[in-house]
Structures are given as structure tokens and as C-alpha cells.
């Protein structure tokens, strides 16, 4: 089955710098990526998604970039604000698959 | 348009009880997947069901574990005799067509066993 690894665990960045996560995954079939961002105590939230028939998307400050050759795909987010400190996971599902496999997590500090 | 709600926010019970979670997906949405997070822990899937069946149980536990979706009514994710183990988060998420494509996430239910 499909297994998502994502790097890293933690990362804290300066308020105004940019902050990247990446993740791999091992399913070839896997074509759908999306982004969620978990806040403490709530439920996670889709920030941003791409499907493999296109390498990078972008939406303000948020970007995800794939490479489905080397199957990763990164998470890239510019300008940092506080606001941004939250848990991010990424995902994957196969092209009609109802379910999705998470990656562990990174949690993102972003120091003032 | 309220969106995916999940009751209790928190649910304590001690080892042997029974649980009992509830979800009730967006408005128009009659999909339902259910997820587990262990503590600092991706989020792991469980069950996905439409009304009145279950379509794949693949990661549910095969004893304790059992889910519902009823015509009527929200779905239920029943934990049976509980152990420490059980003790997570657990979401649900709902979507308008059986895929993960926007999915939308519930705000969850933390079970504490004790």
C-alpha cells in the first residue's frame, strides 16, 4: 500500500522567512497531493492540493511544487506570519481512491 | 452552511465502557470517512461509508470497532469495551462525491480512556 514520509518533524523559522516541508510517497498510482493544516484543538484544513498533471500551484504566499519521476512533493510558504504556526501534514490518494494516506506532520513555528 | 459537526468535542470513559462518536457531515454531502490520530500522529484512515452502507473498512480494528451511517440521523463510530489504546483523536470528514477530493474535516472527538 501507499506509505507518505514527510520531513521534517519540526521547523521554526523567523517571522518574513520562508518555510518548506517535503514528502515522498511510494505509490506510482497516487496522482492526488493535498496540503492540510491543523491548528490545536481543531480538525484539519485543506490550504492547497495539486493533481500530477501539473508540477507547482500556487495560491498567495502558499505554493506546492511535484515531481512525480522522483515521487515528492514540497510544500513551500513565503513570508511567514505568526499565524502560520499550526501542524501541516501531507497527503496522497490514487486516482478514484475514496481515502487518504497522511504523511506524520511537521509542526511549523514561525518565531516573531 | 454549517460544516462537518462532531459531538462530543471530548468523551472520557473508563476501560470496559463503551463510546459512542457522532458526525453529522455538511449539508449535500453523503459521504463520511472516518480517521484516528494518535498523539503526534498523522491522521490514519478507518472506514468510509454513504448512507446506510459501509463501502471500505479496511482500517477499522476487526474487534470493538463498528460503524454506521443511518438514512436518518448522523453517523456513528462505536468503540466497544475500551482500552488505553483506544485513546486518540478521531475525525470525520464528509465530501458531495465518494473521492478524496475536497474533503472536509470535522473538528474532531478527543477520546480519553481512563
Known amino acids: 500500500g501507499e506509505n507518505v514520509e514527510q520531513h521534517p518533524s519540526t521547523l521554526s523559522v523567523q517571522e518574513g522567512d520562508s518555510a518548506v516541508i517535503k514528502c515522498t510517497y511510494s505509490?506510482?498510482?497516487?496522482?492526488?497531493f493535498p496540503w492540510y493544516k491543523q491548528e490545536l484543538g481543531k480538525g484539519p484544513q485543506l490550504i492547497i492540493d495539486i493533481r500530477s498533471n501539473v508540477g507547482e500551484k500556487k495560491d498567495q504566499r502558499i505554493a506546492v511544487t511535484l515531481n512525480k519521476t522522483a515521487k515528492h512533493f514540497s510544500l513551500h510558504i513565503t513570508e511567514t506570519q505568526p499565524e502560520d504556526s499550526a501542524v501541516y501534514f501531507c497527503a496522497a490518494s490514487r486516482a478514484g481512491a475514496q481515502k487518504l494516506v497522511f504523511g506524520q506532520g511537521t509542526r511549523l513555528t514561525i518565531n516573531p | 452552511n454549517a460544516g462537518v459537526m462532531q459531538n462530543p468535542r471530548h468523551l472520557v470513559r473508563r476501560r470496559g465502557q463503551e463510546a459512542r462518536l457522532r458526525c453529522s457531515p455538511m449539508?449535500?454531502?453523503?459521504?463520511v470517512y472516518w480517521y484516528r490520530q494518535l498523539p503526534e500522529e498523522g491522521l490514519k484512515f478507518m472506514v468510509y461509508?454513504?448512507?446506510?452502507?459501509?463501502?471500505?473498512e479496511s482500517g477499522m480494528p476487526k474487534e470493538r470497532f463498528s460503524a454506521e451511517f443511518p438514512k436518518e440521523g448522523p453517523s456513528i463510530l462505536r468503540i466497544q469495551q475500551v482500552v488505553r489504546g483506544d485513546s486518540a483523536a478521531y475525525f470525520c470528514a464528509s465530501s458531495p462525491e465518494g473521492s478524496a477530493y475536497g474533503y472536509t474535516f470535522g473538528s474532531g472527538t478527543r477520546l480519553t480512556v481512563v
Open positions: 505509490d506510482s498510482a497516487s496522482n492526488y
Open positions: 449539508k449535500g454531502h453523503s459521504h
Open positions: 461509508l454513504q448512507k446506510e452502507n459501509i463501502i471500505d
